[in-house]
């Protein structure tokens, strides 16, 4: 704990000393800007043609007709272009530094996500890119029951602790299906791993909710007492474990639980209804379609791929079509990433769901915006472009479900974070610095006489939950 | 194991003369409901008022195309329409060339995380007698749901080992592999020695090691033994043929089905496609295809964008199929790979865009090019990148990837640009016979969609 401390410290330091370098020394209040004759989507109350946008404090502060640029603003001119909300991916691993799975146990709900953000992980910059400026961090699939989620706003630049969304609901990821009873993995040398069936996955998670449940009564029992007046009772003993499934069972933590099948959708909403929880959000839900109207009654959100199907058997059955059902049935839904790459092109997922389903634009933008912002419970700060909410906009070269689109600028909290002239008019400047650290000896090839290098740091690709695979024959190689 | 290899001579020879027939003289196979599924004669179709995107030439408003024989038979705004033809009112709709993707495993793989639905990669380091026509599932679930969205073509190619074996171009349609079939044997694919890259166990090991001497040794060797096989299989050709010419006189060479397999590939008379995404892999297969008088084609090429002009003054094609990865360094600009059609194009070099993808998300193709395009390509270049380019590329334009009077008649209907997302297909053609728009993903979204 003391090491991670240190190493969180540093990281901030490092960090803070990296924006002020970029900033050039100013003060770290955050510049207005006005963005001037833009067509604005806003997702909330349709699309406005010609209209200024202004962001002040970190807020959008003004939109409408001819507004006025206060002194000091950045003023962007919007012709021809497009304002988006950020777009918020509500499945996503990116910036977790190391293994996203905790996984020798089925249970992990006393590990969090929060422990391991690395704020210079460079693909949050390219998700910047690409119009993201918020995600739902999750743990890995491999358990039933995983580790606590964290939200966070990319703020690229910043240290990991400015990431999180302040007051967002704390949430859980779950797992069902083939990660959690490791279908794929048979591995040879490696241990199998209870639950092995969807038998099984059902059993745990009753299993941890049924302590959970006694572990609750145990509490609850005892602050009765206390406050009954009754003296030197001894406290139930803290279990990390069920702390969070309590919260769950107070309606406190929102549960998100990838899933595939229908039969496991419909099996952990009999035990929500058991237990008396609610299910958040049923993440990839590829077969959603087939039990929206059950997803529906449960009051459940669905957070789903667009059209990324068959790479695993409980995938096969997963149409494009499906975020349409789901929207269709009246769930709140979103199209999330779950991949770095994909992260930096959602709003092109989103549009086909035009294309597959035939949802309206409205609808369609609101998969990538303010429905995942309702989901993750952020929807009073961020996911429209309303007077008042944080500025988390994005301009586009054109309309963002135009696959020629690219964004122009990405600001977060009102923070221009993406800018891409200026990242083109710095390349120059980065290629010269890669040749001058090419040159040095320590970096040449041992075939023209260099040193060797060290062995480096082994580098992660984008993570996507069928990387377990990868994950654990890695591991063994350790 | 003698056995085996003798029954795959056969099948090649058979496969050879059966794939050589024309169209007209196929064996006739059972009729099905599913059009795609029969082969008996393409009836003629008239598509009219359409906008044409013919993509070798200007576009062409309020055009009429007419289909006949499985073939484009003519196309302009001055056509009579043959009598008896299905007429389609295409007014207010585009006419496009169907899309091509030539780096595909379509119909060798079904779901990569189920080992027995895959037949992609063989055992064995060196196997160019290996090839994809003999193992394309035609009833893959891949074939409907890639075509309905455009793509009517592609390069089915097995992807193990060094030479990985031979890629078949195929129509996604037919009853048989050998229906599907434009060329069957299109080209051999290789993998050519890396230092890195290629993922799995290899690439960890080496990330452990660093790049060392052992590492470059061990490539050059590889690279070594390629060789040797190519020039081996261009010596055995010459024995073969000399024997040909004076069986009296010169003695028969033993027969050795992986060099016959290789010889029209050393010979330069095909295509070979390299796998090759660093710039120095790059230069190291142009230099190689060069030294042996190969007919190279680059696969892969994240980094082609920074040896363009070399590209460009060794002519030598590239497929991108890494658009839409991640770059390749944490120092690249974000961009790098969306933009490297662009710089391609900007140096003259022949490329075309490709999802890289096994089968299942092949219909992601246009918005791979779109992205090219959002990133400096031209919109036009971009819809030559995933029709005429890549029949180009694999050598099949005189009978796909543009709407011209001659050419098999692969065509899509649609209401708007085709590689735009929120665009909708409305009619498909292929070998000029209309495909229903149906797919395992339509058929599960019907059966599905109104349940309470």
Same mark, same amino acid.
């Given at each position: 704990m003391k090491r991670l401390l240190t190493l969180a410290i540093m990281f901030a330091a490092a960090c803070a000393a990296a924006t002020a370098q970029q900033r050039g020394g100013q003060s770290p209040a955050v510049q207005d800007t006005l963005i001037r004759n833009a067509t604005v989507l806003t997702v909330s109350h349709g699309t406005l043609e010609r209209t200024d946008l202004l962001l002040r404090g970190g807020k959008i502060a003004a939109v409408g007709q001819n507004l006025k640029a206060p002194d000091g603003a950045r003023v962007i001119d919007g012709t021809g272009k497009y304002v988006l909300p950020g777009i918020i991916d509500a499945h996503s691993h990116s910036m977790m530094d190391g293994s996203v799975n905790e996984c020798t146990r089925s249970v992990t709900s006393m590990v969090t996500t929060r422990d391991i953000l690395n704020p210079t992980a460079v693909n949050i910059y390219r998700e910047l890119a690409g119009g993201t400026t918020a995600a739902l961090l999750l743990h890995g699939s491999c358990n039933s029951i995983g580790g606590l989620s964290t939200t966070v706003k990319f703020k690229w630049g910043h240290p990991a602790a400015d990431f999180p969304v302040l007051g967002a609901p704390p949430g859980i990821k779950f797992a069902l299906g083939e990660n959690p009873k490791r279908s794929n993995f048979n591995i040879p040398g490696l241990q199998p791993r209870y639950p092995a069936t969807r038998m099984g996955v059902e059993e745990t998670i009753r299993d941890a909710f049924t302590r959970a449940r006694d572990y609750k009564k145990d509490w609850d029992d005892y602050r009765a007492a206390t406050s009954r007046g009754e003296k030197n009772l001894i406290p139930p003993r803290r279990d990390l474990e069920l702390d969070p499934l309590v919260e769950i069972l107070e309606g406190k933590r929102y549960v998100h639980s990838h899933c595939y099948r229908a039969d496991e959708i419909l099996m952990l909403i009999n035990i929500a209804d058991e237990f008396g929880f609610k299910v958040r959000t049923f993440q990839h839900v590829l077969e959603g379609y087939k039990v929206a109207a059950e997803i529906a009654r449960h009051g459940a959100g669905a957070s789903t791929f667009t059209d990324f199907w068959g790479y695993k058997m409980e995938a096969y059955d997963a149409i494009a079509y499906n975020a349409a059902v789901l929207v269709r049935h009246g769930i709140v839904t979103s199209v999330n990433s779950d991949s770095d790459e994909r992260a930096r092109r959602l709003n092109i997922e989103a549009a086909k769901t035009m294309r597959y389903g035939g949802l309206t634009e409205e609808e369609a933008l609101k998969l990538v915006t303010l429905n995942p912002a309702i989901q993750l419970g952020i929807d009073k700060r961020t996911g429209s472009i309303d007077v008042g909410k944080d500025a988390d906009v994005v301009v586009w070269s054109a309309h963002p479900f135009s696959v020629y689109a690219h964004p122009e600028q990405t600001f977060v909290d009102g923070e221009l974070l993406f800018d891409r002239q200026a990242d083109i008019a710095r390349r120059p400047q980065l290629e010269a610095e890669r040749k001058a650290l090419e040159a040095a000896d320590a970096n040449r090839a041992p075939a023209s006489g260099g040193t060797p290098p060290r062995t480096p740091p082994s580098v992660r690709r984008a993570y996507t939950d069928d990387d377990d695979v990868q994950d654990v024959q890695e591991d063994n190689q350790r | 194991m003698k056995t085996l290899r003798l029954s795959s001579l056969t099948r090649a020879l058979v496969a050879f003369v059966v794939c050589a027939l024309p169209l007209s003289a196929r064996a006739q196979?059972?009729?099905?409901a599913d059009s795609s599924m029969t082969? $008996?004669?393409?009836?003629?179709?008239?598509i009219r008022g359409a906008h044409v995107v013919?993509? =070798?030439?200007?576009?062409?408003?309020?055009?009429?195309? +007419?289909? =006949?024989?499985?073939?484009? =038979?003519?196309?302009? $705004?001055? +056509?009579n329409a043959p009598a008896g033809a299905q007429v389609i009112d295409a007014s207010g709709l585009w006419v496009y060339p169907g899309m091509i993707d030539v780096g595909t495993n379509m119909g060798l793989a079904e779901v990569p995380s189920v080992g027995a639905t895959m037949d992609t990669q063989e055992l064995g380091d060196m196997n160019p007698n290996v090839a994809a026509v003999w193992a394309i599932n035609p009833s893959s679930s891949h074939i409907a749901v890639t075509r309905v969205e455009g793509v009517t073509s592609v390069l089915s190619m097995p992807s193990g080992g060094t030479i990985s074996g031979q890629a078949a171009f195929i129509n996604l349609a037919g009853s048989s592999p050998r229906e599907m079939a434009v060329v069957p044997d299109a080209a051999l694919v290789v993998n050519f020695p890396a230092l890195g890259g290629g993922g799995g166990f290899a690439a960890f090991q080496l990330a452990q090691q660093g790049i060392t001497q052992d590492a470059l040794t061990t490539r050059d060797r590889r690279v070594d033994e390629l060789r040797r096989m190519f020039r081996d299989a261009e010596a055995y050709g010459r024995a073969q043929d000399a024997y040909a010419k004076d069986p009296k006189s010169v003695p028969r060479p033993s027969t050795d089905l992986k060099l016959a397999a290789l010889v029209p590939y050393a010979r330069g008379e095909r295509p070979v496609v390299f796998r090759a995404e660093r710039e120095r892999d790059i230069r190291g297969v142009v230099r190689f295809a060069e030294d042996l008088k190969?007919?190279? +084609?680059?696969?892969?090429? =994240?980094?082609?964008?920074?040896?363009a002009q070399f590209l460009k003054e060794h002519n030598v094609p590239v497929i991108l199929d890494s658009v839409l990865n991640l770059p390749l360094r944490e120092d690249d600009a974000y961009d790098s790979l969306f933009e490297n059609a662009s710089k391609l194009q900007a140096a003259g070099v022949r490329f075309c865009i490709s999802t890289g993808d096994s089968g299942a998300h092949v219909r992601d193709l246009p918005f791979n090019a779109g992205m090219a395009a959002a990133y400096g390509l031209p919109k036009t270049e971009a819809l030559k990148s995933v029709t005429l380019y890549p029949a180009q590329i694999l050598g099949v334009a005189d009978r796909v990837g543009s709407v011209e009077q001659g050419k098999l008649a692969n065509l899509v209907v649609t209401d708007g640009d085709i590689l735009e997302p929120r665009t909708h297909i409305r009619h498909l053609f292929i070998n000029g016979r209309q495909i229903p728009l149906t797919s395992r993903h339509t058929m599960l979204y019907d059966q599905f969609k109104d349940r309470q």
């Amino acid at each position: 704990m003391k090491r991670l401390l240190t190493l969180a410290i540093m990281f901030a330091a490092a960090c803070a000393a990296a924006t002020a370098q970029q900033r050039g020394g100013q003060s770290p209040a955050v510049q207005d800007t006005l963005i001037r004759n833009a067509t604005v989507l806003t997702v909330s109350h349709g699309t406005l043609e010609r209209t200024d946008l202004l962001l002040r404090g970190g807020k959008i502060a003004a939109v409408g007709q001819n507004l006025k640029a206060p002194d000091g603003a950045r003023v962007i001119d919007g012709t021809g272009k497009y304002v988006l909300p950020g777009i918020i991916d509500a499945h996503s691993h990116s910036m977790m530094d190391g293994s996203v799975n905790e996984c020798t146990r089925s249970v992990t709900s006393m590990v969090t996500t929060r422990d391991i953000l690395n704020p210079t992980a460079v693909n949050i910059y390219r998700e910047l890119a690409g119009g993201t400026t918020a995600a739902l961090l999750l743990h890995g699939s491999c358990n039933s029951i995983g580790g606590l989620s964290t939200t966070v706003k990319f703020k690229w630049g910043h240290p990991a602790a400015d990431f999180p969304v302040l007051g967002a609901p704390p949430g859980i990821k779950f797992a069902l299906g083939e990660n959690p009873k490791r279908s794929n993995f048979n591995i040879p040398g490696l241990q199998p791993r209870y639950p092995a069936t969807r038998m099984g996955v059902e059993e745990t998670i009753r299993d941890a909710f049924t302590r959970a449940r006694d572990y609750k009564k145990d509490w609850d029992d005892y602050r009765a007492a206390t406050s009954r007046g009754e003296k030197n009772l001894i406290p139930p003993r803290r279990d990390l474990e069920l702390d969070p499934l309590v919260e769950i069972l107070e309606g406190k933590r929102y549960v998100h639980s990838h899933c595939y099948r229908a039969d496991e959708i419909l099996m952990l909403i009999n035990i929500a209804d058991e237990f008396g929880f609610k299910v958040r959000t049923f993440q990839h839900v590829l077969e959603g379609y087939k039990v929206a109207a059950e997803i529906a009654r449960h009051g459940a959100g669905a957070s789903t791929f667009t059209d990324f199907w068959g790479y695993k058997m409980e995938a096969y059955d997963a149409i494009a079509y499906n975020a349409a059902v789901l929207v269709r049935h009246g769930i709140v839904t979103s199209v999330n990433s779950d991949s770095d790459e994909r992260a930096r092109r959602l709003n092109i997922e989103a549009a086909k769901t035009m294309r597959y389903g035939g949802l309206t634009e409205e609808e369609a933008l609101k998969l990538v915006t303010l429905n995942p912002a309702i989901q993750l419970g952020i929807d009073k700060r961020t996911g429209s472009i309303d007077v008042g909410k944080d500025a988390d906009v994005v301009v586009w070269s054109a309309h963002p479900f135009s696959v020629y689109a690219h964004p122009e600028q990405t600001f977060v909290d009102g923070e221009l974070l993406f800018d891409r002239q200026a990242d083109i008019a710095r390349r120059p400047q980065l290629e010269a610095e890669r040749k001058a650290l090419e040159a040095a000896d320590a970096n040449r090839a041992p075939a023209s006489g260099g040193t060797p290098p060290r062995t480096p740091p082994s580098v992660r690709r984008a993570y996507t939950d069928d990387d377990d695979v990868q994950d654990v024959q890695e591991d063994n190689q350790r | 194991m003698k056995t085996l290899r003798l029954s795959s001579l056969t099948r090649a020879l058979v496969a050879f003369v059966v794939c050589a027939l024309p169209l007209s003289a196929r064996a006739q196979d059972t009729d099905r409901a599913d059009s795609s599924m029969t082969n $008996t004669p393409p009836p003629t179709y008239v598509i009219r008022g359409a906008h044409v995107v013919t993509v =070798s030439g200007a576009d062409i408003d309020n055009a009429t195309v +007419v289909i =006949s024989g499985g073939r484009i =038979s003519a196309v302009g $705004t001055n +056509v009579n329409a043959p009598a008896g033809a299905q007429v389609i009112d295409a007014s207010g709709l585009w006419v496009y060339p169907g899309m091509i993707d030539v780096g595909t495993n379509m119909g060798l793989a079904e779901v990569p995380s189920v080992g027995a639905t895959m037949d992609t990669q063989e055992l064995g380091d060196m196997n160019p007698n290996v090839a994809a026509v003999w193992a394309i599932n035609p009833s893959s679930s891949h074939i409907a749901v890639t075509r309905v969205e455009g793509v009517t073509s592609v390069l089915s190619m097995p992807s193990g080992g060094t030479i990985s074996g031979q890629a078949a171009f195929i129509n996604l349609a037919g009853s048989s592999p050998r229906e599907m079939a434009v060329v069957p044997d299109a080209a051999l694919v290789v993998n050519f020695p890396a230092l890195g890259g290629g993922g799995g166990f290899a690439a960890f090991q080496l990330a452990q090691q660093g790049i060392t001497q052992d590492a470059l040794t061990t490539r050059d060797r590889r690279v070594d033994e390629l060789r040797r096989m190519f020039r081996d299989a261009e010596a055995y050709g010459r024995a073969q043929d000399a024997y040909a010419k004076d069986p009296k006189s010169v003695p028969r060479p033993s027969t050795d089905l992986k060099l016959a397999a290789l010889v029209p590939y050393a010979r330069g008379e095909r295509p070979v496609v390299f796998r090759a995404e660093r710039e120095r892999d790059i230069r190291g297969v142009v230099r190689f295809a060069e030294d042996l008088k190969l007919k190279p +084609v680059i696969i892969g090429g =994240s980094e082609a964008g920074k040896a363009a002009q070399f590209l460009k003054e060794h002519n030598v094609p590239v497929i991108l199929d890494s658009v839409l990865n991640l770059p390749l360094r944490e120092d690249d600009a974000y961009d790098s790979l969306f933009e490297n059609a662009s710089k391609l194009q900007a140096a003259g070099v022949r490329f075309c865009i490709s999802t890289g993808d096994s089968g299942a998300h092949v219909r992601d193709l246009p918005f791979n090019a779109g992205m090219a395009a959002a990133y400096g390509l031209p919109k036009t270049e971009a819809l030559k990148s995933v029709t005429l380019y890549p029949a180009q590329i694999l050598g099949v334009a005189d009978r796909v990837g543009s709407v011209e009077q001659g050419k098999l008649a692969n065509l899509v209907v649609t209401d708007g640009d085709i590689l735009e997302p929120r665009t909708h297909i409305r009619h498909l053609f292929i070998n000029g016979r209309q495909i229903p728009l149906t797919s395992r993903h339509t058929m599960l979204y019907d059966q599905f969609k109104d349940r309470q």
